[in-house]
């Protein structure tokens, strides 16, 4: 008998009342476009859920600017279109009821116009779903007038941005350790130039991360496109490993060590410290400001048998083993070019999590110079709660350093502690709101009843057995394994027994401390380049990722089967 599918049966979003338009034009979290498609999916995945003004005055400009330079460098874009345009729907990334979007039309436009290239592989690669409705794809000759520059110029930025990877890692991470652990002693002065130190450092990393995340999407589309050439497209997820492990394999060994008093804890927050529940956000809390998260995940390794070198011999035999069918099936002289092909692929996974390493170190520079801003505020009196400089913008707190009367100071049209109450109850509004996978125009924002958002418990409707309930999404490390789901919403509250499937929303660098104790993955936005999909084929985990529901069909308790070859999650039990 096939397997059953359900219809997820909830109460029908409630719509969210606008807000007075003034409200929200001063809000700075709040810039929608109004004519292309627009996506929260990956891009959730760094910046997950409402997003504060402090965060965002780090994110952009520099990811709007250093995206752009990155298309005119590679040149997929003419030198014109370099300064960041006033039209939102111009941009790649914005910002809507202060959750963070992407421009899926303008991001496939750039895509289609490298050779090779086209939308419905960037939308597959970077969003984990093609969909309808975008702007048509370029043909003929306005696809291909871009092909001269591109290979002129791709290789030439390519080289650079691979020779400056490890000494800018190097120079970031010491960096990171003297100025983060060093930022308490600050006065007002020297954390407000910390901050703007801090961004600018974030934008340097992010050119680099930028050039060589596009290199490895169309490096993953080449892979993907000889496996299947071969017959063997299941293969195509399978082949792309890197040859040392990724940072976060670093991390997750060092954890073992920490586990095994190999290193102390210290040793071990010098090294990672800068990982954390929601890591991307500045105003999370990192392992380094609080280590008994570190300890408790070092007390679950403790409990349980791990052997990273074991891990590290088994995944070489795997990936040997896909090569050799793939080499079987193209011939001879068709496996001599592939070879190359996989030589240089194997640098991508490095290449991704080397560079979200760096901007995480940058992120938690930021976040330790706003902490120091935001006790010394309240010092002055100009803050109630050293927590409410959170909603303060980067250049907003370097205006108040260099004001003379702080107490007289104006910002976003009214005092400082004016201006942070109507953007606190702004964040508060922006929580409850709800942004769609994808949409056209101005996004329809709903927001879930409370009754319906407290119900994540198992269905108790009676005859509605769960067996045969299959979740689908899209299968990006390939294995089967089964057990028992465990639906993980925090990170700092995570703990589960051996032989759990972890279903998540989706998963940044600090979530790779869990990888190591579950049996499979399951997330409910990502793709083949997203994080869980990096480290789940580093790991040798399977993983099922852009499942869209699979946190709310899928309930604590539950066994079931991943296939991450096919993209499918089985309830068996």
Known sequence: MPPKTRTRRTTKPTPVPSAPVADLLRSPVHAPGRRLRWTTANVDEGLPGTVTPLTWSLYFPPTESTMRDCWVDLGVMPESERALPDDVDARFISVSHGHAIANVDLMGQMAARVPGGSAAMMEEQLFG????????EPTGLRKMRRY????????????????ELDPTAREIAEWWRHAAFAADDLDLAGATALLVEARAQFERVLMIHMVLSMACQGVMGQVETLAAKAGMPELGHQLVKSEQGTAEFELVRDLWRLSADEIDIDTFLQRHGYHGPREGLVESVSWREDPSMVIALAERYRSRTGDMDALVVRRTEEHAVAVRRLEEALGRWRAVPARALLRFAAHAPDWRETGRANILRCVDVTRAAARTAGRRLVEEGLLADPADVRFLAIDELHRINRATDRSALVIDGGSLAETVARRRSDHDAYDLMRLPHVWHGLAPVTSLPVTEAADTGPLKAPGAPHDGLVVTGIGVSAGVAEGIVKVVTDLDEADFDDGTVMVCKATDPGWASLFPLAEAVVTDVGSAM??????????????????????????DGMRVRVDGNAGTVEVIG
Do not use: Y
């Not at 001269?148 to 020779?163: C, D, E, I, Q, S």
């Open 129 to 136: 779903s093609v969909q309808g409705g975008g702007l048509p």
């Open 148 to 163: 001269p520059f591109v290979a002129v110029k791709f290789p030439r930025t390519l080289r650079r941005a691979m020779r």
């Open 530 to 555: 997203s994080h869980a999909a990096i480290v789940c084929r580093e790991l040798g985990l399977p993983c099922v990722a852009n499942t869209r529901t699979g946190t709310v069909d899928l309930r």
